[in-house]
């Protein structure tokens, strides 16, 4: 490729690759195929080859895990666990956007909130959500709340960031020219800051979202595993783990990853919706 | 006609270029037959209005994309067309228009970059040029300093010095000086010819600002709305060294005159059929 | 090199920083002792309802630093440090892993199609599965209570510096790769000299995240199973009631957290000089 050019000739045409999207999509197809062999191989490797794999050996086939996710898919208590977990990232989120979306407006646009504020803010955030659940249950009325009251600190942060700065690099000149043409300051806020910033907003509450599922999972671990109200996806996890059943673990995890990454996806349709002048990446 | 001694190298020949692209709404093309030769050691300077194509036809040139059909050849090498990879090269370096310095190696280390990537020189071989090179240029004070240090027109001068330390054949600018106030943009103008009149490489300099391509160039090649062609092409016969009391001559104002026009009426055409400026 | 009346000396840029930095502290000071006054008068002078159950700041504070502590723990006795070492190890091992293993892969996903195409669907499809889902997993996985935990926190950790340090690479400003590309470079000059430096400020980025969240699983991991360590001070001081330890704990995990962050930020500082303007500013 590199080296003295000048005098060699005319370069020969390389054989043309079948790039593009089908090889993308063959690749990942392979890869997963694989992965899933490899898999089934390690969990039979006792039948088949008469050898235990350490560490790996426990997990189940992703035949065995198939099998479970077909028998829950027709269980009623399955999905009440879908839906009970829902309910409370839906309650923790909602509240986390009503209350960090403005915090973070008014952070971004009034200077002397930002530095009372601010630090604040910074001092307390490397504590993580979890720890704050015994806190939340000595302090709520009842266990429904403390759960939800952690969630909804996991996602206020980011929201309230990602609000923050996407507000902060709106174009000053887009917020003079309102004012120039008669906008009241509140008026500005709305109709100029927060479209601008919603950007920013969608991308933070998205993360903020896969946290909230992090913290969901962990909150119904651990006080419903102290016997407290239950349900839910972490609980139902639980769950099979006393009961060992290892399929209906793995069922457990699939389902909690699937959950989140459908919320994201949600989030990320819902904000295309609200800021419709973006450019289609 | 420009060059000195040992300018025999260079020559730029352009047939029958065409570049389309694959959108959703079907094939666009950005180059439409498009021909154009350069004398080694040229000044040639493209323009056109926004968005014609005349940075797609300069990136065929410099190897980052293929050609759909027709060829380009350097110093009869074809370097794009049928049957033949698309490959950047030391021998056609480009300077790009937001500047591409490394931000993480030092003016010097940025200078030397290409010879010892290329392994043609060793370490010590290299810095000594590159100071060399850097203190002909008037850069000697910039060497050490970092990109983020440096005002855009320093980054600009190293940029181009990076370039010539490796000997090319041709130098291909792509509106190198758009983002920078008049001013600058003068001390630029100047530097570049000086550097030109020291070793005679042929350059290939795309730009939409008239005044500068009359007073930089040899010869100007005024290109369509998309897909580009050339329209136009006037051959500048003001003496060099090029001095700035040129632009208040009557020659001069005559060539940006018949340039402009010649833009214009492209400048139309684009207008109305609704082109977005290519960023 | 000649410099200018204009130019700033060393020891102004210096003298500049530090007021900043002394500012900004005081702007923290401030924020803290809100939040401190807050709570006291909830607790102490109002003696809200909601809040009653809650320990008084006083007592938090007089435990904290007592040097006989009623449940045991303050900054005088041993085990208010074994607690604190025992978490920093896990972290700093976890991390430690969670950086070796990541970012070259992040590196070598960024830098070819190929390698990318074929792992980052199996990437993509584990990482929605939150770190706290595998905690049934690597109980049975792994053996003792040492090993699950960091295994968790090294699974936050990993998602968060792989991601980051792919981006990085992507978001690499194209002219730079084709300029390198028009001054010969081949692919191991590419990769060393251009790929490497031009993303370490996004890897750096991703570290700090990439701490951040491990400290988060951590925590976590040793609430729910763990016999050491932040985490398992702050549950146990719910579950035995000894209410204060409780925001010890808390207040320890954000010190120590923000200790680490800081870490990191100094050593990214050290490395990417250039980064530095002519103002000293950051880039």
């Not at chain 1, 426990?58 to 839906?83: C, F, I, K, T």
Request: glycine share 10%; proline share 6%.
């Amino acid at each position: 490729m590199s080296g003295a050019l000048s005098a060699m000739g005319p370069r020969r045409a390389r054989p043309a690759r079948r790039a593009g999207p089908s090889q993308a999509g063959r690749r990942a197809a392979t890869s997963i195929a694989v992965f899933l062999l490899l898999g089934e191989l390690i969990a039979r490797a006792p039948a088949l080859f008469g050898v235990e794999v350490p560490v790996l050996g426990v997990l189940p086939a992703p035949s065995g895990v198939v099998a479970e996710a077909l028998r829950e898919l027709s269980d009623p208590a399955y999905w009440q666990s879908w839906y009970l977990s829902f309910l409370r990232v839906a309650g923790g989120f909602l509240a986390a956007l009503a209350l960090g979306v403005p915090l973070g407006l008014l952070l971004a646009t009034r200077r002397s909130f930002r530095n009372v504020v601010f630090p604040v803010f910074e001092v307390l955030r490397p504590i993580p959500p979890i720890a704050w659940v015994p806190a939340a249950i000595i302090f709520w009325p009842t266990q429904e709340l403390s759960i939800i009251f952690v969630i909804f600190l996991g996602a206020f942060y980011t929201i309230t960031f990602s609000t923050y700065h996407g507000a902060r690099q709106v174009d000053p000149a887009l917020v003079q020219s309102a004012r120039s043409m008669g906008s009241g300051q509140w008026r500005v806020l709305w109709r100029v800051v927060l479209p601008a910033a919603m950007p920013g907003i969608v991308t933070g509450a998205a993360i903020g979202m896969g946290i909230t599922w992090e913290v969901v999972v962990a909150a119904e671990l651990i006080s419903g595993g102290s016997g407290g109200s239950g349900g839910g996806l972490g609980h139902f996890m639980w769950d099979a783990y006393l009961a060992n059943n290892h399929e209906r673990i793995v069922v457990a995890m699939i389902s909690i990853g699937l959950a989140g990454y459908l919320s994201s996806t949600l989030l990320r349709r819902a904000g295309r919706l609200l800021a419709p002048w973006q450019p289609l990446k | 006609m420009a060059g000195g001694a040992g300018a025999a190298r260079g020559r730029l020949v352009i047939e029958n270029a065409v570049k389309a692209y694959d959108t959703p709404a079907g094939p666009a093309l950005a180059v439409d037959n498009c021909s154009l030769s350069v004398e080694p050691g040229e000044i040639c300077m493209i323009v056109g209005p926004s968005g014609c194509g005349k940075t797609t036809l300069l990136n065929a040139v410099a190897g980052f994309h293929d050609l759909s059909s027709g060829r380009i050849a350097l110093d009869g090498v074809e370097i794009a067309g049928e049957g033949v990879q698309a490959e950047p090269g030391p021998d056609r370096v480009v300077v790009f228009q937001n500047g591409a310095l490394f931000p993480w190696m030092t003016a010097l280390d940025n200078v030397m970059f290409g010879p010892l990537a290329q392994g043609a020189l060793g370490p010590a071989q290299a810095r000594d040029k590159a100071r060399a090179m850097m203190a002909d240029a008037g850069l000697a004070d910039a060497q050490d300093m970092y990109p983020a240090q440096m005002s855009s027109g320093i980054r600009r001068r190293v940029e181009i010095v990076r370039a010539m330390m490796n000997d090319p054949a041709i130098l291909l600018l792509d509106e190198p000086y758009r983002a920078m106030d008049s001013l600058t943009r003068a001390m630029m103008h100047e530097a570049l010819l000086e550097m030109h009149a020291r070793r005679p490489v042929t350059i290939l300099f795309i730009t939409h600002d008239l005044e500068e391509a009359v007073f930089l160039g040899h010869r100007i090649v005024v290109m369509s709305a998309r897909p580009c062609r050339p329209t136009l092409e006037l051959d500048i016969d003001m003496p060099f060294p090029r001095k700035y009391a040129m632009t208040a001559g009557d020659a001069y104002r005559g060539y940006v005159q018949a340039a402009l026009e010649a833009v214009h009426v492209e400048a139309v055409k684009s207008f109305a059929a609704g082109e977005k400026e290519a960023a | 090199m000649a410099r200018d009346k204009g130019d700033p000396t060393a020891f102004g840029l210096a003298s500049a920083r530090l007021a900043g930095m002394l500012r900004s502290l005081g702007w923290v000071a401030a924020g803290l002792a809100l939040a401190l006054l807050f709570w006291f008068l909830t607790v102490d002078v109002m003696a809200l309802p909601r809040f009653r159950n809650l320990p008084r700041l006083a007592e938090v504070l007089s435990e904290w630093a007592s040097t006989q502590p009623v449940y045991g723990l303050s900054i005088h006795t041993r085990e208010y440090y074994e607690h604190i070492a025992h978490s920093l190890a896990r972290v700093l091992v976890a991390f430690g892993l969670a950086t070796l293993l990541g970012v070259p892969l992040g590196l070598a996903m960024g830098t070819s199609r190929r390698v990318r195409e074929y792992v980052f669907p199996l990437f993509e499809i584990l990482r929605p599965i939150p770190p706290l889902a595998w905690v049934p997993l690597a109980i049975l996985m792994f053996r003792g209570t040492e090993t699950p935990i960091v295994f968790l926190t090294f699974l936050a950790s990993f998602y968060a510096t792989t991601l980051n340090t792919m981006l990085g690479v992507q978001s690499i400003d194209a002219s730079l790769i084709r300029a390198a590309k028009c001054l010969g470079a081949g692919p191991w000059t590419m990769f060393r000299r251009i790929i490497l430096p031009g993303t370490l400020p996004a890897i750096f980025g991703g570290l700090q995240l990439s701490v951040g969240v491990a400290w988060f699983s951590l925590v976590a991991a040793e609430m729910v199973s763990g016999e050491y360590g932040l985490g398992y001070i702050i549950n146990t001081g719910y579950s035995m009631a000894t209410y204060p330890t409780i925001f010890i704990g808390m207040f320890t995990l954000g010190i120590v957290g923000f200790a680490t962050s800081a870490a990191i930020r100094g050593v990214e500082r050290a490395l990417t000089q250039w980064r530095r303007t002519s103002l000293g500013e950051q880039a």
